[in-house]
């Protein structure tokens, strides 16, 4: 393997610090990275390497706890690093980008910046000649707040990087229970087979925070949560669950299945988003046993009357064979009752209930992003019991990570994000063509709530979000699992 540099725009960020360095350092302590491995911390801060070190030290320490390094772990880590202070919009300080870079390795620049800053940063790593070895560019959501300035942004990056070297972060798809879901799906016959409109209900995708807009009402009040959470992290979910098998684990391969689920989701359109569309907004409730403010009640709130969304339930349809006729129910907000990620496949009941008397219950496959990675089936039984002769009772079946696991902890998103970046594996990577096709679907739905009217309705913080989501999967004779 090539040896690697990595160079992250934006070393002095939140993001840096809560989740980019403790993923470096985890893979470092396990031995994991290269050993040749050189690390390039940019930002605009005119400091010392020693004084950023110390600064980023006690940064990762409030965010990881009894994990954070201890002496020995934090010489070996600090090791690899450089320190190189820039204004990323000065073309000039990038002379000192250009000075540590060695064109005999690879170069791995991480934009770790507002999303405003990618075609600059771009721009001026051109003109500064820092693209004249092999280069890779990995970048954080969003790539762009719509189909035109997705589309801005991706021709930004193809005028001087490569489709082959581009790295478009959805931090869901480095999930380890994402990637089980690939292996529960075409690595087990007995569950491939029912994955199908014949036996398959309804899939529910539930991403739901307690946290509010954390100090970024101005950033959010432009965005709302079917642009932030819909368009990215729930639209990679859906493709995972109803995409073909692809023809190998080649980025290629996986991404083109996934552009098949985009396309053939049905478009919500004026005549139909009034029924598929619930669109809310936090007031004022309790979160964690704590009071909180309602969104328009919030530091930073300049537009009393803001009509953007921190909630969004979706009814759709995945038009294909494989599931005609199965609703996919999304769900996402903030401020919500709990923390959870999950996706629920619930199957359909049997034709012919012979067991008399007891309800027909259908079996449930659960799979778990958050906060407790795993996967779980119900299953039906019968109750050990001389009185009652076939007396039903349910099962879980719970499929632990943890078990014959490399160490006692679920690693984190960014450090198989990392690994793959480093070795040149875009298979959990996002391409331009879904990244502008789920686009192309979200502006619509957009569309059709601005002509229609699809106004956003209070909810409680704490809550589960309007009345209203739960008429929407209610109607259908169906509830959400959580």
Not at 90 to 97: F, T
Not at 297 to 326: L, M, P, Y
């Given at each position: 393997?090539?040896?690697?540099?990595?160079?992250?725009?934006?070393?002095?960020?939140?993001?840096s610090?809560?989740?980019?360095?403790?993923a470096?350092?985890?893979?470092?302590?396990?031995?994991?990275?290269?050993?040749?491995?050189?690390?390039?911390?940019?930002?605009?801060?005119?400091i010392?390497?020693?004084?950023?070190?110390?600064?980023?030290?006690?940064?990762?320490?409030?965010?990881?706890?009894?994990?954070?390094?201890?002496?020995?772990?934090?010489?070996?880590?600090?090791?690899r690093?450089?320190?190189?202070?820039?204004?990323?919009?000065?073309?000039?300080?990038?002379?000192?980008?250009?000075a540590?870079?060695?064109?005999?390795?690879?170069?791995?620049?991480?934009?770790?910046?507002?999303?405003?800053?990618?075609?600059?940063?771009?721009?001026?790593?051109?003109?500064?000649?820092?693209?004249?070895?092999?280069?890779?560019?990995?970048?954080?959501?969003?790539?762009?707040?719509?189909?035109?300035?997705?589309?801005?942004?991706?021709?930004?990056?193809?005028?001087?990087?490569?489709?082959s070297?581009?790295?478009?972060?959805?931090?869901?798809?480095?999930?380890?229970?994402?990637?089980?879901?690939?292996?529960?799906?075409?690595?087990?016959?007995?569950?491939?087979?029912?994955?199908?409109?014949?036996?398959?209900?309804?899939?529910?995708i539930?991403?739901?925070?307690?946290?509010?807009?954390e100090?970024?009402?101005?950033?959010?009040?432009?965005?709302?949560?079917?642009?932030?959470?819909?368009?990215?992290h729930?639209?990679?979910?859906?493709?995972?669950?109803?995409?073909?098998?692809?023809?190998?684990?080649?980025?290629?391969?996986?991404?083109?299945?996934?552009?098949?689920?985009?396309?053939?989701?049905?478009?919500?359109?004026?005549?139909?988003?009034?029924?598929?569309?619930?669109?809310?907004?936090?007031?004022?409730?309790?979160?964690?046993?704590?009071?909180?403010?309602?969104?328009?009640?919030?530091?930073?709130?300049?537009?009393?009357?803001?009509?953007?969304?921190?909630?969004?339930?979706?009814?759709?349809?995945?038009?294909?064979?494989?599931?005609?006729?199965?609703?996919?129910y999304?769900?996402?907000?903030?401020?919500?009752?709990?923390?959870?990620?999950?996706?629920?496949?619930?199957?359909?009941?049997?034709p012919h209930?012979?067991?008399?008397?007891?309800?027909?219950?259908?079996?449930?496959?659960?799979?778990?992003?958050?906060?407790n990675?795993?996967?779980?089936?119900?299953?039906?039984?019968?109750?050990?019991?001389?009185?009652?002769?076939?007396?039903?009772?349910?099962?879980?079946?719970?499929?632990?990570?943890?078990?014959?696991?490399?160490?006692?902890?679920?690693?984190?998103?960014?450090?198989?994000?990392?690994?793959?970046?480093?070795?040149?594996?875009?298979?959990?990577?996002?391409?331009?063509?879904?990244?502008e096709?789920?686009w192309?679907?979200?502006?619509?739905?957009?569309?059709?709530c601005?002509?229609?009217?699809?106004?956003?309705k209070?909810?409680?913080?704490g809550?589960w979000?309007?009345?209203?989501?739960?008429?929407?999967?209610?109607?259908?004779?169906r509830?959400?699992?959580?």
């Amino acid at each position: 393997m090539e040896p690697v540099d990595l160079i992250i725009f934006g070393a002095s960020g939140d993001l840096s610090a809560r989740k980019l360095f403790p993923a470096l350092f985890h893979l470092d302590d396990a031995g994991l990275l290269p050993k040749d491995l050189r690390i390039a911390a940019v930002a605009r801060d005119d400091i010392s390497c020693d004084a950023f070190l110390a600064g980023l030290r006690e940064r990762m320490g409030n965010n990881m706890g009894s994990a954070a390094p201890n002496e020995q772990q934090w010489q070996a880590f600090s090791k690899r690093f450089t320190y190189i202070s820039a204004c990323f919009d000065q073309v000039g300080d990038y002379a000192r980008l250009k000075a540590w870079l060695d064109d005999e390795r690879v170069s791995l620049f991480y934009l770790a910046t507002p999303p405003s800053l990618f075609a600059v940063i771009c721009e001026h790593l051109n003109t500064g000649q820092c693209l004249t070895g092999d280069c890779r560019i990995v970048l954080e959501k969003p790539i762009g707040e719509s189909l035109s300035s997705s589309h801005q942004v991706n021709t930004t990056l193809a005028r001087y990087f490569d489709e082959s070297s581009i790295y478009r972060i959805d931090h869901y798809l480095g999930k380890e229970t994402v990637q089980n879901l690939l292996v529960l799906r075409f690595g087990n016959r007995f569950i491939n087979s029912q994955w199908d409109h014949s036996c398959v209900d309804h899939v529910q995708i539930t991403v739901g925070e307690t946290v509010g807009i954390e100090g970024r009402w101005s950033y959010y009040d432009n965005v709302g949560q079917l642009r932030d959470m819909v368009q990215n992290h729930l639209m990679q979910l859906l493709c995972l669950v109803a995409m073909e098998p692809p023809n190998s684990l080649e980025a290629d391969s996986i991404r083109d299945e996934k552009v098949k689920i985009v396309k053939a989701l049905r478009r919500i359109d004026t005549a139909s988003v009034a029924e598929h569309v619930v669109r809310g907004q936090y007031s004022r409730g309790w979160s964690n046993g704590n009071a909180v403010p309602g969104y328009l009640e919030e530091e930073g709130c300049v537009q009393t009357n803001s009509d953007t969304e921190t909630f969004v339930a979706i009814k759709a349809h995945v038009d294909n064979w494989r599931w005609a006729g199965v609703p996919f129910y999304l769900r996402t907000g903030k401020r919500m009752a709990e923390k959870v990620t999950e996706i629920i496949i619930q199957y359909k009941e049997l034709p012919h209930n012979i067991f008399g008397g007891g309800a027909n219950i259908p079996n449930r496959l659960i799979i778990r992003l958050q906060p407790n990675e795993g996967i779980e089936m119900t299953m039906v039984s019968k109750r050990q019991s001389l009185k009652d002769k076939l007396s039903l009772q349910t099962h879980t079946l719970n499929l632990d990570f943890r078990e014959g696991a490399d160490s006692d902890r679920i690693p984190d998103a960014y450090e198989r994000l990392f690994l793959d970046a480093i070795n040149g594996d875009q298979s959990l990577f996002v391409g331009r063509e879904e990244i502008e096709e789920s686009w192309r679907w979200c502006d619509g739905l957009l569309a059709a709530c601005a002509d229609q009217g699809v106004t956003v309705k209070p909810y409680h913080a704490g809550s589960w979000g309007p009345a209203k989501a739960e008429i929407l999967i209610e109607k259908d004779g169906r509830s959400w699992h959580v």
